[in-house]
């Protein structure tokens, strides 16, 4: 590790304990996201780290959330966890004619946080590091007026950038309707440079095979002319079902 990242680590914990807070527990790619969230600014990262270890204390519990907390939006079975893809990380896909939108906000936003979560920890090995990623795949095939859903995506993102910084490898939209474009460009104002640049709109031929060859075929269910099945992120069984941060 460079010097200069050194010494932004050793500002970090200064300005986390300036804060009330620790970082103790954590390991260096866990802080390095933070920073590189924030352009390695300490202060900027440490205010970050602060919230989001107050937000995962009062929204997830230790273990995880359970399927029980999340069975009205599991049954709808639109989350399907694969992996991994062919540079090692989780593939979630989100099967987004399958999706409605939620009745209740506060539901949904813990359905999110466990399919996140969830995600994350099928890509932990024997140990978490800290620095694992995810790459997520929305298909919008055959998705009608009902589907629509832009709190839900932004809700979605948001988190994402919020409390899992540097956690998205990439992210594809897959068979994205003309009636969706208008939707899209509305997500895009709640979406920060460097999330929009991991986003890849696949719309041609040629994109498509590239796709295909990022994912991997042993990662891409046999719906997409790959050699996986699909299978439903509940019906996933995994020793640990939440990272530390």
Not at 51 to 70: F, H, L, T, Y
Request: charged content about 30%.
């Amino acid at each position: 590790m460079e010097e200069s990242q050194e010494l932004a680590l050793t500002q970090l914990r200064t300005s986390v304990e300036k804060l009330s807070s620790s970082t103790e527990g954590y390991e260096k790619p866990t802080l390095m996201r933070f920073l590189v969230a924030r352009s390695m600014n300490p202060d900027k990262a440490a205010k970050m780290f602060v919230d989001c270890q107050k937000w995962r204390a009062s929204m997830v519990p230790p273990n995880g959330i359970p399927d029980s907390e999340v069975r009205d939006e599991l049954e709808f079975g639109k989350i399907c966890l694969q992996g991994p893809t062919k540079s090692g990380h989780p593939l979630v896909l989100v099967l987004c004619s399958k999706h409605f939108p939620a009745k209740n906000a506060v539901n949904f936003k813990k359905f999110v946080v466990y399919v996140l979560d969830k995600t994350i920890a099928s890509g932990i090995k024997d140990k978490e590091v800290g620095d694992e990623k995810l790459v997520a795949v929305f298909d919008l095939a055959n998705i009608t007026y009902k589907n629509l859903d832009a709190r839900g995506l932004i809700t979605s993102f948001q988190f994402l950038q919020s409390y899992y910084p540097e956690r998205l490898a990439k992210c594809y939209m897959l068979h994205m309707p003309g009636f969706f474009v208008s939707v899209w460009r509305f997500v895009c104002r709640f979406l920060e440079k460097s999330t929009q640049e991991k986003i890849v709109i696949v719309t041609d031929g040629e994109e498509e095979i590239k796709f295909k060859e990022e994912i991997g075929v042993d990662a891409l269910p046999e719906e997409y002319r790959g050699r996986a099945k699909l299978t439903l992120i509940q019906d996933v069984l995994l020793p640990k079902t939440a990272p530390e941060m």
